[in-house]
Every structure is written in C-alpha cells, then in structure tokens.
C-alpha cells in the first residue's frame, strides 16, 4: 500500500448518483485551487454524455480482474454488477505532481480510503433531495432504468452522510463551491502552520 508522505492529503468527494459531487470536485480542485484528480477505473460501460480519461477509464472485467489480482488498486468495489477501483500507482504518480490530490467515489470507495489512510483523508459528502437527484439524471440523459437503479442507492448513500467530516447541500453550485473551496483552503492553512511550527522547533 501506498504510505502518504506527512505533507499528502486526500480529498474525497462523495455522495449520491446525480448530487453533483463530480462537477463541484473538477470546478473547486482543478478550476479554482488546482489540484490534481485521480480517475477511476471501470468495467461500466460509457455514457453518451462521459469522456474517456476524465470521467473514468474504461476497461473490460478480464482487464479490471487482471489488475486487481497483480494488486493494482488501492480499493475497488462492485455496484450493480459493475466493478470500480482506483490504480495505486496512480496515487503515487499524482502525488509526484501535487502535494494534495482529490477523489470522486462512491460511499463504499470513500469508505475504504478512509480507513486505509484515517486522518489523510478528508471526506466531503456532496448530496441533494431525491427529486433534484432525479431531475438532474434526466437532464443529463440517463435512460428511466438507470434512474431506477441509482435511486434504489440514494437513501443507503444519504446514510453515509454522518460519517463524513464535511457535509454539503448542492442547491446552488457557485454558493457550495466557495463553501468547499474555503474548506480546503483552511486544510492547506493548516499544513503551512505545521511546518511552520515544526521548523521553529528545529
């Protein structure tokens, strides 16, 4: 496993299908503070409205089985029949570019990179009622059967909720992206003071 250097941190965003947790990560991490995002993998196959490389990498399940039995992920899950894991080397190459990095995962996913690294990790849960949830996946084109299957998520995914360190309502996406992006720069606050400190003690 991949052993976070003092000065590495992970931000995870989480929460429901359709919250918005993937547009608030890349406006706040990339557009906004300019970390550096780590894509996961899975064997799912894309959406009309998905990229290749910024939304996931595709791959087939011989290829996910392959990697996961070399010991490539750092974590992987199965939803739906579907699997999804994030490379460890990937982690690790990240963290040669940037000092901090973020996550876009499921409950489960968040879950085990929180156990796996404790106080490192930092989890923001994003999350909106059932009806906006809704909405948004017709907006974006997700067939009634998807819709159905990601519902059938949503309140095991709001149970999740309490476990994070940060909550957020998305109603409104300029109010939560200053929200998290003064939230993270508070973590980074953090750190100079550490080193800070740590230097006068030297």
Do not use: W
């Given at each position: 496993?991949?052993?976070?250097?003092?000065?590495?941190?992970?931000?995870?965003?989480?929460?429901?299908?359709?919250?918005?947790?993937?547009?608030?990560?890349?406006?706040?991490?990339e557009?906004?503070?300019?970390?550096?995002?780590?894509i996961?993998?899975?064997?799912?196959?894309?959406?009309?409205?998905?990229?290749?490389?910024?939304?996931?990498?595709?791959?087939?399940?011989?290829?996910?089985?392959?990697?996961?039995?070399?010991?490539?992920?750092?974590?992987s899950?199965?939803?739906?029949?579907?699997?999804?894991?994030?490379?460890?080397?990937?982690?690790?190459?990240?963290?040669?570019?940037?000092?901090?990095?973020?996550?876009?995962?499921?409950?489960?996913?968040?879950?085990?990179?929180?156990?796996?690294?404790?106080?490192?990790?930092?989890?923001?849960?994003?999350?909106?009622?059932?009806?906006?949830?809704?909405?948004?996946?017709?907006?974006?084109?997700?067939?009634?059967?998807?819709?159905?299957?990601?519902?059938?998520?949503?309140?095991?995914?709001?149970?999740?909720?309490?476990?994070c360190?940060?909550?957020?309502?998305?109603?409104?996406?300029?109010?939560?992206?200053?929200?998290?992006?003064?939230?993270?720069?508070?973590?980074?606050?953090?750190?100079?003071?550490?080193?800070?400190?740590?230097?006068?003690?030297?």
């Amino acid at each position: 496993m991949y052993s976070l250097k003092e000065k590495e941190i992970i931000f995870v965003f989480t929460g429901p299908d359709g919250s918005g947790r993937k547009t608030v990560s890349k406006l706040v991490g990339e557009s906004t503070l300019h970390m550096k995002g780590v894509i996961s993998y899975t064997t799912r196959e894309r959406r009309h409205y998905e990229t290749e490389g910024e939304d996931y990498h595709y791959i087939s399940k011989d290829e996910f089985e392959s990697a996961r039995n070399n010991g490539e992920f750092l974590e992987s899950v199965e939803v739906d029949g579907n699997l999804y894991g994030i490379k460890e080397q990937d982690i690790k190459n990240t963290f040669e570019e940037k000092g901090c990095i973020y996550l876009v995962l499921n409950t489960e996913g968040a879950e085990i990179l929180k156990k796996l690294y404790g106080d490192k990790v930092i989890r923001f849960f994003v999350y909106a009622d059932r009806n906006t949830v809704m909405e948004r996946q017709k907006e974006r084109g997700d067939t009634p059967e998807i819709i159905e299957r990601h519902l059938a998520h949503y309140d095991q995914d709001m149970a999740y909720k309490e476990e994070c360190e940060h909550i957020f309502e998305n109603y409104k996406l300029d109010h939560i992206a200053f929200e998290v992006t003064n939230t993270i720069e508070h973590y980074f606050k953090l750190k100079l003071e550490e080193k800070a400190a740590k230097k006068e003690l030297l």
